[in-house]
């Protein structure tokens, strides 16, 4: 079956613009998390959703970043007025359930540029 | 709180050779554990995990890690690399007890060559 899809694959913004990152798990998965990947941080998460609701937004750096997610399907991130240091990989994964040994399935991402 | 430690970010074997890629973890409860694997601009692809049922875990493309609870290790091995071993290989620990995010190590670069 499908996997995690993200859209765009790659997006290169100008500094202090606003960006939508888009995430699609895959179908029938009721868990979904957004990490991001950069050179100098390694690999961090930023945000789990159930559902339609965020038990756990302990990672979004600051309040220039928002998710949300419709129909316990698709998911947004937003970053408003980007920085340079907003720069990463951004990665989303899915899994069937919240169980501790669940599996997560991870997209291919989506590469952000804030020049 | 948990955290992983990946020693070397970069392992170089020659193809055919023992692949063995070290991962230490820190948890003050029993953890569930994960390896990874990054092809170049590629997503996360999970090779193996470790869930209590079992202390040596096989994976998929030949891997294996082992649990060690008294040296908090679980330790990627392949006996033979192949050259499309050569990826990003990472480490992930996630607490149990309705805790969900994976706590991810640095990562280790495999480069396997003739």
């Known amino acids: 079956g499908a996997g995690v899809s993200q859209s765009p694959s790659n997006k290169v913004t100008e500094k202090g613009k606003d960006v939508e990152l888009r995430c699609d798990p895959i179908?029938?998965?009721?868990?979904l998390y957004w990490y991001r990947q950069s050179l100098g941080q390694g690999l961090e998460f930023l945000i789990y959703?159930?559902?339609?609701?965020?038990?756990?937004k302990s990672g979004l750096p600051s309040d220039r970043f928002s998710a949300e997610r419709t129909g316990g399907s698709v998911s947004t991130l937003t970053i408003q007025r980007t920085q340079q240091e907003d720069s990463a990989v951004y990665l989303c994964?899915?899994?069937?359930?919240?169980?501790?040994?669940?599996?997560?399935?991870f997209g291919p991402g989506t590469r952000l540029l804030v020049l | 709180a948990q955290s992983v430690t990946q020693l070397g970010s970069h392992v170089s074997v020659s193809e055919g050779a023992l692949v063995l890629l070290r991962c230490n973890y820190s948890?003050?409860?029993?953890?569930?554990l994960f390896w990874y694997v990054q092809y170049p601009n590629q997503g996360l692809q999970l090779l193996l995990k470790?869930?209590?049922?079992?202390?040596l875990v096989k994976g998929i493309n030949g891997f294996e890690a082992e649990f060690k609870k008294s040296e908090t290790s679980f330790h990627l091995t392949k006996p033979s690399a192949h050259m499309s071993d050569a990826a990003e290989y990472f480490c992930?620990?996630?607490?149990?007890?309705?805790?969900?995010?994976?706590?991810f190590g640095a990562g280790t670069r495999l480069a396997v060559h003739p």
């Open positions: 994964a899915s899994s069937l359930y919240t169980l501790d040994q669940e599996t997560q399935y």
């Open positions: 179908s029938g998965h009721t868990a």
């Open positions: 959703f159930q559902g339609n609701s965020a038990p756990d």
């Open positions: 948890s003050s409860v029993p953890p569930y």
């Open positions: 470790y869930t209590s049922a079992a202390t």
């Open positions: 992930a620990v996630r607490r149990s007890g309705g805790y969900n995010k994976l706590i």
